[in-house]
């Protein structure tokens, strides 16, 4: 059962375009949506996270747009560039509760040069 | 990743033997868990501890047993591994920072092959 979906599997960016990977949870009770970046060899890192009181967060070129009615997020890349190509994923968790971040499937970004 | 070790980094078996994947952290953290990654799928969990004496399944625990030595140590085995097993391992440990959330932080991975 998978609870929370990511997509597109894959995306290919010009340098200086934007980035854009949507994700969608099913469960209401999430209260807590992290983006990891995984670079080839390496494990997974955080990026940037939200809490479903804000509709936006921005981190440098980096920026999570969050829709509590639609139960989806986003994350935007502005202003790509090749140092960014890695894999994405979004996670979502239960602040407080016994229960683990649930991870979505990943994209992988190439950022071409 | 220093702060979260695991060993081997690759790992290369044939059905049927036992196997043990290690993972070490100098963070800390009372959390600690194992996750397979594989193409597609993501990141699943397979076991997960809370402290030493607190030792749960995850989403995919078959075929998979763990031990957590100490605070610092948490160990992955696959008692007869299988092909299908063949996948990218990651240990992960995590701090709950109130009112932000869960950070989990990663280790650099083991890669598998079963045979």
């Known amino acids: 059962q998978q609870q929370v979906k990511q997509s597109p599997q894959s995306l290919i960016v010009q340098k200086g375009g934007i980035s854009i990977i949507n994700c969608a949870y099913e469960?209401?009770?999430?209260?807590?949506f992290p983006w990891y970046q995984q670079f080839p060899g390496k494990g997974p890192a955080l990026l940037i996270a939200?809490?479903?009181?804000?509709s936006e967060k921005k981190e440098g070129r980096f920026t999570i747009s969050f829709n509590k009615s639609a139960k989806q997020f986003s994350l935007h890349i502005m202003d790509s560039q090749p140092g960014d190509s890695a894999t994405y994923f979004c996670?979502?968790?239960?602040?407080?509760?016994?229960?683990?971040?649930?991870f979505g499937s990943g994209t992988q970004l190439t950022v071409l040069p | 990743d220093a702060d979260v070790t695991q060993t081997p980094r690759n790992r290369i078996t044939k059905t049927g033997k036992r196997i043990m994947l290690e993972c070490s952290q100098t963070?800390?953290?009372?959390?600690m868990y194992w996750y397979r990654q594989d193409p597609g799928l993501g990141l699943r969990l397979i076991y997960y501890?809370?402290?030493?004496?607190?030792?749960n399944k995850g989403e995919i625990s078959d075929g998979y047993s763990v031990s957590r030595q100490a605070q610092a140590k948490f160990s992955l085995s696959l008692e007869s591994a299988i092909p299908n097993q063949t996948a990218l391992y990651f240990c992960?440990?995590?701090?709950?920072?109130?009112?932000?959330?869960?950070?989990?932080?990663f280790g650099p991975g083991t890669r598998l092959l079963v045979l």
């Open positions: 992960a440990t995590s701090e709950s920072i109130a009112g932000v959330g869960e950070t989990q932080y």
């Open positions: 501890s809370f402290d030493v004496k607190d030792i």
């Open positions: 996670a979502a968790s239960i602040t407080g509760s016994a229960r683990q971040l649930t």
């Open positions: 939200i809490r479903p009181d804000v």
């Open positions: 469960n209401t009770a999430f209260d807590y």
């Open positions: 963070k800390g953290h009372d959390r």
